[in-house]
């Protein structure tokens, strides 16, 4: 055997099992069923209620149960898992109970593409093993991607209970007042058959004819106004909805030109807004040749105009949401066909026509005969031509602009009138703005985003015209509502003992015989607007589990929930108990793709890229899901691509083997045996350790402020920096070659002991897997590392003193290893600890001290021989060292016997007599 494998022995490499390899993909499952049979999640809240910790809350919102899972929800409920893991390490009772949005149109809109002519009973049936088929597929992804929960006691929207709920919270509704039927145009899906709420809705770009159209004076009215022969001209891009006029409006403080205008062979007396005259010429070819009067808006008010082709005059009216941006000045009015036609209709008595059917087909009430029975969209050219056959028209162009369109069918909406049950929001949209204010919005813009639907909202259209939800719990009287609370109340407790299938299996009889209501009355056919469902979770579920409470500490969802969950939450909150049901609301965006652009399951599915997350925590690990999630910006758009997703992966090695390197240097530390005293310690471990006390610090503040990805750049930054660049390298000689207890080496166990269990714990929200998995191999832990608590900041490593100094030598050694690598690259040597080192430096410097101790310095800076004076300019030359390698510990040192240094000579004499 040569000397050099003599002393191989000797030396005290690390030794852990802790692998390398973190083959994510084949243990995560093991240690998931581990924690699974280990009742971990009731573990630990059961020692913190054993704690009486102070509760947090974050309230699930319920994804639709309805696809996989695609990386958009991943990133949602893992955020959440960051939130509840890290609450409850930093000593609180964080339960979580997630849910599932059960009902609707999506699900509805599956089951029946699937089989046509089903009876309802038969629908809502297999619309329920379609749900529950999901659920089983989501819950178990959300638990291999390492989300704690209540896994085995879900809410879920369809369970009797839920349901029951949802209509005692109607009951409570229809008590105070709000609850009314109306007819009055709504956003209806022809393609789904049903009115959609505004959250239902989503915008497309959508080419439209525009035209320019003339609607003439009564003689009357002209006679009034002045003129003869005069015609009102308006603008609009929904042609069809011109056999539906019953007005023109104005703006009253508008000024309006009477004005002869010629061209293209033709004359007309027309008015028009001042600002808009030129528009006119341009579109029609004909200009202005004489201004005849001008008048303000408020002057054409009562006057009325001939309709264009139907015998009927439709009334002007004053109206201000009238703009000058775009058309003519005049908005045609119909009523039965917008939000704001509808609403200053009936200020003026005009009435409501809507001649179209659920199909989106035109009925005998549009006076056209033509028109009967074709869709409204296909009947623009018609109208039109019917226009210029009658001399009204005065021009016509094409129009792009953002329209909406229905999110399960694709197809355009129409706004159509016909009876349905809306809340009024004028009794409740005060106290929702109040309570807005109330609340912190993360990031704090969203304040004013759903400050601003709230404030803009119509009265919400809360019946659909479906079979898959929950039944509106009302009945009719001779074709009138009858809106009762009580009788709410009783369909309740009905639902809740047997479902509510039941109001869709018994006849009208049958049904008020088992109320005790009266008989004769018929039910309503209708189901409430899903967004009830889960907007009455803060009852269903907030009140009715003990270990929850009312308002939540946290809502977690993306930026499209204040136009849904977060508003409907809101204003069944307000409502039900006059408050917000949650105290902060944090808003994560939308994930996109490189180009900016929304991921979506069809685009990725014609693109051939993966977004579900069975895709890749079946090919990377979820702990590289859950890393990835911790170093997006959460408050904007998420890039996201698998090129990009596997960028996170150096990180990861970089972490777990920090995490390893620890453990393997570790091996037969004793804490409670050989810990050393922070003043017995060197200044690299003081420094490492006061370095460990301001990443704690931070990554306590960062938690608490749901910033992860700061806390994944402090652990990667203080991993790649402080520990693998200098701390671990420059400690390396005395881990292996000193005294297995000589205090040095003791002294770098005790920092990398701190090092190992703080690193790890503030890991544990992120890696849940691989921090448990590390915890669960050193030797010193008990119980799984979710089990633990937050590290705290070590106050006697507050001062900074050693940071200071280290600071000022990772400087010097800058300029020392440029020197060093000059030389290397000069071939005067191959390695670092080859050099011997002559620095001068300037008098007064402040760790001359240090750099004076040859010992201290060697090791610092790696190198053979070290060398300071004090000159009048700093200055740095390296030789190679004339010093021989000492063959146990191979640095380059004065040979003292056998060839080996004076350390490793020593060493040898106290294993020798031990």
Not at 507 to 528: F, H
Not at 883 to 896: I, Q, S, T
Request: glycine share 6%; with cysteine.
């Amino acid at each position: 055997m040569s000397r050099d494998g003599a002393y191989k022995d000797t030396i005290l490499l690390p030794q852990t099992d802790f692998p390398m390899r973190g083959d994510l993909v084949k243990r995560e499952p093991e240690r998931l069923a581990r924690w699974e049979s280990l009742g971990l999640y009731e573990r630990i809240i059961a020692r913190r209620k054993a704690q009486k910790a102070k509760k947090f809350v974050l309230h699930d919102g319920p994804p639709f149960a309805n696809g996989d899972v695609h990386m958009g929800t991943a990133l949602n409920k893992v955020l959440k898992d960051l939130v509840v893991k890290s609450k409850t390490m930093a000593g609180f009772e964080a339960p979580f109970i997630p849910g599932w949005d059960c009902h609707g149109l999506p699900i509805e809109f599956k089951v029946v593409k699937q089989a046509q002519g089903l009876e309802p009973a038969e629908i809502r049936r297999r619309c329920t093993e379609f749900a529950s088929k999901f659920i089983d597929i989501q819950r178990a992804s959300f638990k291999r991607l390492g989300v704690f929960g209540d896994w085995q006691n879900p809410y879920l929207t369809m369970a009797p209970g839920y349901e029951a709920d949802i209509v005692r919270t109607f009951s409570k509704l229809v008590e105070s007042g709000v609850v009314y039927q109306s007819k009055k145009p709504v956003q209806w899906s022809y393609g789904a058959h049903t009115a959609l709420a505004e959250a239902e809705v989503e915008y497309k770009d959508k080419v439209s004819p525009a035209i320019f159209v003339k609607f003439p004076l009564t003689p009357s009215s002209a006679s009034k106004l002045g003129i003869g022969n005069a015609s009102m001209a308006i603008w609009t891009t929904t042609p069809w909805t011109l056999p539906a006029n019953l007005g023109v409006a104005v703006h009253p403080e508008f000024t309006y030109v009477v004005g002869e205008f010629a061209g293209n062979e033709r004359k007309e007396i027309l008015v028009v807004v001042r600002e808009l005259v030129e528009t006119l010429s341009e579109k029609t070819g004909m200009r202005l040749v004489k201004v005849l009067k001008e008048v303000k808006g408020r002057e054409l008010e009562k006057l009325e105009a001939k309709h264009p082709f139907i015998d009927r005059n439709s009334l002007i009216i004053l109206a201000q949401f009238v703009t000058t941006e775009t058309g003519t000045g005049s908005v045609h009015i119909a009523p039965g066909h917008g939000a704001d036609d509808y609403s200053v209709g009936q200020q003026y008595g005009l009435g409501v026509l809507s001649p179209v059917d659920d199909d989106g087909k035109f009925t005998d009430e549009c006076g056209l005969p033509e028109l009967v029975g074709k869709h409204v969209f296909k009947s623009n050219d018609f109208v039109i031509e019917l226009l210029e056959s009658k001399g009204m028209l005065l021009a016509q162009e094409t129009y792009e602009h953002s329209y909406p369109h229905c999110w399960r069918s694709k197809t355009p909406i129409i706004f159509r009138a016909v009876e349905q049950f809306f809340i009024s929001l004028d009794e409740l949209r005060g106290t929702a703005l109040k309570e807005i204010d109330k609340v912190e919005w993360l990031p704090a813009w969203g304040r004013n985003r759903i400050y601003g639907t709230v404030e803009s909202r119509p009265d919400w259209c809360i019946s659909r015209q479906r079979t898959w939800g929950v039944p509106l719990p009302v009945f009719f009287k001779d074709g009138k509502a009858v809106l009762c609370a009580e009788t709410a109340r009783k369909v309740a407790d009905l639902v809740e003992s047997e479902g509510t299938n039941i109001w869709f299996e018994l006849s009208d009889e049958e049904l008020c015989e088992r109320l005790g209501i009266e008989k004769g009355l018929t039910r309503c056919r209708d189901t409430l607007d899903v967004w009830i469902d889960s907007g009455c979770s803060h009852v269903a579920v907030m009140e009715r589990h003990p270990e929850l409470h009312v308002p939540a500490d946290l809502y977690l969802e993306a930026t499209d929930q204040h136009r849904g969950w977060f508003q409907s939450s809101l204003m069944m909150s307000v409502g039900y108990r006059g408050v917000a049901p949650y105290k902060s609301v944090l808003t994560h965006g939308f994930v996109v793709d490189k180009d900016k652009k929304k991921i979506s399951k069809s685009d990725a599915a014609k693109s051939g890229k993966p977004t579900d997350a069975s895709y890749f925590y079946n090919k990377y690990g979820s702990d590289i899901v859950r890393l990835w999630v911790s170093s997006v910006d959460w408050q904007t758009e998420v890039p996201f691509g698998e090129d990009l997703f596997k960028q996170v992966a150096e990180p990861y090695r970089r972490l777990r083997n920090t995490l390893r390197i620890l453990l393997g240097n570790l091996d037969g530390f004793d804490p409670e045996m050989d810990r050393v005293a922070a003043s017995h310690m060197p200044l690299l471990d003081q420094w490492v350790l006061e370095r460990l006390h301001n990443v704690v610090g931070e990554c306590s503040k960062a938690y608490e402020r749901y910033e992860f990805r700061k806390v994944f750049n402090e652990l990667n930054q203080f991993c790649a920096t402080e520990l693998s660049a200098v701390y671990i390298d420059a400690t390396k000689d005395r881990m292996y070659c000193d005294a297995k207890n000589s205090v040095r080496r003791r002294a770098t166990q005790t920092a990398m002991y701190d090092v190992f269990s703080s690193l790890s714990r503030l890991l544990a929200p992120i890696l849940a897997f691989t921090a448990d998995e590390a915890w669960e191999f050193a030797p010193f832990t008990e119980g799984s590392v979710h089990e633990q608590d937050f590290p705290v900041p070590d106050a006697s490593f507050a001062s900074g003193e050693a940071t200071k100094k280290v600071a000022r030598l990772l400087e010097i050694r800058h300029d020392v290893q440029t020197a060093i690598e000059s030389q290397v690259q000069a071939k005067a040597f191959k390695k670092n600890n080859e050099a011997a080192v002559k620095l001068v430096v300037k008098e007064g410097e402040p760790v001359y001290s240090l750099l004076n101790d040859r010992e201290f310095a060697c090791e610092f800076f790696i190198v053979s021989d070290f060398d300071v004076s004090a000159g009048s300019k700093f200055s740095v030359a390296v030789t190679k060292s004339d010093h021989p390698m000492c063959p146990r510990c191979r640095r380059y040192e004065p040979a003292v016997s056998d060839d080996l240094c004076g350390r490793c000579g020593e060493v040898l004499q106290t294993v020798s007599r031990a």
